[in-house]
């Protein structure tokens, strides 16, 4: 086993110890550049996920009474041995998910941005006081954790999606179980090892790898310990956790999936609206919810812009995500490639054309190379199914009002892109747009400052920015009476 040239946990995290599966168990953590085995990690069971839920339980009232200033010093802790860290996290991070080294360096900085942020909105979680309608009586409303939390986290973005998630509810006051995604397990377990290094209380974080979500997941979700259920993952899987959850009435959040469009004006920049879609598409090989999936490019600029983009494309390396440069690394697992694969095939079969790409790529078994359609049509099944490959169909439109109820036509609503140079357009089409995030004339829209999330099936509930407590708190109304002299 090559391994990853450094110490990197591999058990389960519970109550502050590092333990093995509760049946022995490990399962292979694997490159999916080359296929290689670089860890065996604890295979936990629904046991292990019921000893995690009892030790945040146990933990819960002692974090939440904690004084704020006291939490956020240890957020602020774990953010700076995150970025001190970050060389050694952004390499576990390549290697479990393939994504270029230097973009896994940026989705650590990314993450470790969201525990600077609630470090600070930890001691900002006010509450208000309300007229009374009597002399003698006063109306208070304070805010208070809503207790152990669950999260499940995907593989695309295993160190940020987490991070955004415990950084939240650790601020809030709330305890946490993670589970994270079978193919990516190592980055939570680092991540978990610096929480411990920055002094976080025994039970106040848990992780539990493993390779029967199912099990854990209904353990999470059905357990009357857990008051809140976040998920970030497919609307599939989103549905089941929230019918699971129904039993003992949680609050969920959840970031589901997306199939965003992103759409050239024909007053658009043409050459700045190619590098925002390259930043959109490309990140992590298009195996991101908010990358562009459908783009739309106005009838009189299409020739010009889709040869602006070929030639991007044509000029991205595809390598291996610890080589030096690269740019496009493999894609998480064969049935990742056997989707994109598919979907091209259709889209040629129904008539679209394959200007660049459309085969898999001689770099590995689990590269495919990027990819550009052209003469795409919107009733394909490329145009209505969440790609989440380096794939760029475009799409001819006519109109301002065409391409809106076009972008709209979907069951989902996480993100949308749109490049024009008209700024009364630019009001129209983002007020326009059923999403819960549109870019104007950006190909990236991520903050920790600003509230992400979707509508319509793309999930529930915002992370990050001074919204993202909301869904980790509970308000209370105190009537204090008999105050009159």
């Avoid at 591999?10 to 022995?24: D, L, S, Y």
């Avoid at 870019?439 to 319509?456: E, R, T």
Wanted: proline share 5%; glycine share 10%; with cysteine.
């Amino acid at each position: 086993m090559p391994g990853i040239g450094f110490d990197c946990p591999t058990k389960a995290f519970i109550a502050g110890e590092w333990r093995p599966a509760e049946t022995g168990q490990v399962f292979d953590v694997r490159d999916p550049a080359t296929g290689d085995v670089i860890a065996r990690v604890a295979d936990c069971s629904a046991a292990d996920a019921q000893a995690a839920v009892d030790a945040a339980h146990e933990a819960q009232s002692q974090w939440a009474s904690k004084p704020a200033g006291e939490r956020s010093v240890i957020l602020r802790k774990w953010r700076d041995l995150m970025v001190e860290e970050a060389d050694r996290l952004a390499r576990i991070l390549t290697l479990e998910n393939g994504k270029p080294l230097t973009e896994a360096r940026g989705e650590i900085l990314y993450g470790a941005s969201y525990f600077e942020w609630f470090a600070e909105e930890a001691k900002r979680i006010y509450g208000e006081t309300i007229p009374s309608p009597a002399a003698d009586k006063r109306i208070l409303v304070i805010r208070q954790p809503v207790g152990v939390c669950a999260a499940i986290t995907p593989w695309n973005f295993p160190n940020a999606m987490l991070a955004r998630k415990v950084a939240a509810a650790l601020a809030a006051g709330c305890t946490m179980v993670a589970k994270p995604a079978e193919d990516t397990p190592l980055s939570a377990l680092a991540m978990a090892a610096l929480g411990e290094r920055a002094g976080l209380p025994a039970g106040v974080f848990n992780v539990v790898p493993t390779t029967a979500p199912a099990d854990i997941g209904e353990v999470l979700t059905t357990s009357d310990r857990v008051r809140k259920v976040t998920f970030t993952g497919s609307t599939n899987t989103g549905r089941t956790l929230m019918r699971q959850s129904t039993g003992t009435i949680k609050k969920v959040s959840m970031e589901l999936g997306g199939n965003a469009p992103f759409i050239v004006f024909e007053d658009a920049d043409l050459e700045k609206a190619a590098d925002g879609l390259m930043a959109s598409k490309f990140r992590n090989a298009g195996q991101t919810c908010v990358c562009a999936n459908r783009v739309f490019v106005h009838a009189s600029v299409m020739d010009r812009f889709a040869g602006i983009v070929r030639s991007k494309v044509a000029a991205l390396k595809i390598a291996p995500g610890l080589e030096e440069g690269a740019q496009i690394g493999p894609l998480i697992n064969s049935q990742a490639v056997r989707k994109v694969e598919a979907l091209v095939n259709s889209a040629a079969e129904a008539g679209a054309s394959i200007v660049q790409g459309g085969t898999r790529h001689e770099a590995g078994e689990l590269f495919y190379a990027p990819t550009v359609l052209s003469n795409v049509s919107h009733d394909m099944e490329i145009a209505r199914e969440e790609i989440f490959g380096p794939v760029v169909p475009l799409i001819s439109f006519e109109t301002e009002s065409d391409v809106i109820a076009a972008a709209n036509d979907t069951v989902y609503g996480l993100a949308a892109y749109a490049f024009t140079n008209d700024l009364g357009r630019a009001f129209r089409v983002s007020e326009g747009l059923e999403y819960g995030m549109v870019a104007i004339n950006d190909g990236a829209l991520s903050n920790a400052a600003a509230p992400f999330g979707g509508v319509k099936q793309s999930g529930l509930g915002r992370e990050g920015s001074s919204h993202g407590l909301d869904d980790y708190l509970e308000l209370k109304y105190i009537l204090l009476g008999g105050l009159g002299g």
